[in-house]
């Protein structure tokens, strides 16, 4: 069992390293230098479109964990569609990271990965909701996980703007998800969280304050779709339905900040699929903050969203817990509207 581990622990700082290599290499391609404006947090050309690493590392990982017998079984259809959909996200990302694309062809290259993947049998049929139960989708499930597959991608994707804040979440909570998945005795989802873990940990030496170099869109987009996916995956094991809960806490201070900024900017009749620096992370950094002092709030943020995911035995408890998230989450909206009024 000891030696297990240890093979385990030598691979994963493998696929560390290599995110970290690559990532280290694209600083040096200058086509994906991204230039500061009027809506961006840096103040020098810094190159982007180093999440390449963390996608390589991670879809590398995936292989060896899946085929060398570290996941307990082989992978089915489901894996595959997470697999596919992730990549083809990451491949139109990489294209936006060199070329600017027009929303509605970003919006269409993740709705294309989407179908593959719900074609593979990537799809949340059941949750537990308070009162109901465990409540059967039926016919919504497709709809419903099509919403949460390019919800989680886009919002990942907003919320990738200081240096490293979304590589330090994405680490934190692929982490606490391969060890609640472990302790469920989900290996083969704890062997994705575990590979995403260290693609995103690697990169993040590179991206910490200062960053070195930014993830892009192809980093950002990869690891919103993979995050959802593997959230479908655990939706679909265990008895009460509580898995489907699981990734919505690691990533809830995420899908607040989205869902806030959105709805005030639906308010002024702002369009929403443009640019711009409204989120709560990045008005806490024009009060003042560093990029380094709000990803540390971030990574707190995350680490807490850890704990409470990792201290719920069951579905009852996760509601508990995205109560407690979400009553947090509120305080945090409030600390920087005041920061915001005093300056």
């Given at each position: ?18 995110a970290a290599i690559i990532a280290w290499a694209m600083a040096r391609w200058r086509p994906l230098m991204d230039a500061p404006n ?142 609640v998945a472990q302790a469920g005795g989900n290996g083969p989802i704890a062997a994705l969280a575990w590979s995403l873990a260290a693609g995103s940990a ?142």
């Amino acid at each position: 069992m000891t030696r297990f581990f240890v093979v385990h622990a030598i691979l994963l700082a493998g696929l560390a390293a290599i995110a970290a290599i690559i990532a280290w290499a694209m600083a040096r391609w200058r086509p994906l230098m991204d230039a500061p404006n009027a809506r961006s947090s840096h103040a020098l050309p810094t190159p982007r479109g180093g999440g390449v690493g963390i996608v390589v590392a991670t879809l590398f990982g995936w292989l060896l964990f899946w085929n060398a017998g570290f996941a307990s079984r082989a992978a089915g259809a489901p894996e595959f569609g997470l697999a596919a959909g992730a990549t083809m996200v990451a491949l139109a990302g990489l294209m936006d990271d060199r070329r600017a694309q027009p929303a509605a062809i970003k919006l269409g290259a993740q709705a294309l990965a989407t179908l593959v993947a719900l074609a593979c049998g990537l799809t949340i049929d059941r949750i537990a909701l308070p009162g109901l139960g465990l409540v059967e989708l039926g016919v919504f499930a497709w709809p419903l996980t099509a919403l949460w597959l390019v919800g989680l991608t886009n919002a990942f994707n907003f919320m990738d703007g200081l240096d490293g804040l979304a590589a330090a979440t994405a680490t934190i909570a692929a982490a606490a998800l391969a060890l609640v998945a472990q302790a469920g005795g989900n290996g083969p989802i704890a062997a994705l969280a575990w590979s995403l873990a260290a693609g995103s940990a690697g990169f993040l030496l590179l991206n910490k304050p200062p960053a070195r170099i930014f993830m892009g869109d192809v980093g950002s987009q990869f690891l919103g779709f993979a995050f959802a996916g593997i959230g479908v995956l655990m939706a679909s094991r265990g008895g009460d339905g509580g898995g489907a809960l699981l990734v919505p806490l690691l990533l809830f201070h995420f899908l607040f900040d989205t869902a806030l900024t959105a709805w005030r900017r639906a308010r002024r009749g702002e369009k929403l699929w443009q640019a711009h620096r409204e989120h709560l992370y990045q008005r806490l950094n024009r009060t003042g903050l560093g990029h380094g002092a709000v990803t540390l709030c971030a990574s707190a943020a995350a680490l807490i969203l850890a704990a409470l995911a990792l201290l719920a035995p069951d579905a009852s408890a996760l509601w508990r817990a995205l109560g407690i998230a979400f009553a947090l989450q509120l305080a945090y909206a409030t600390w920087v509207a005041r920061r915001e009024a005093r300056r």
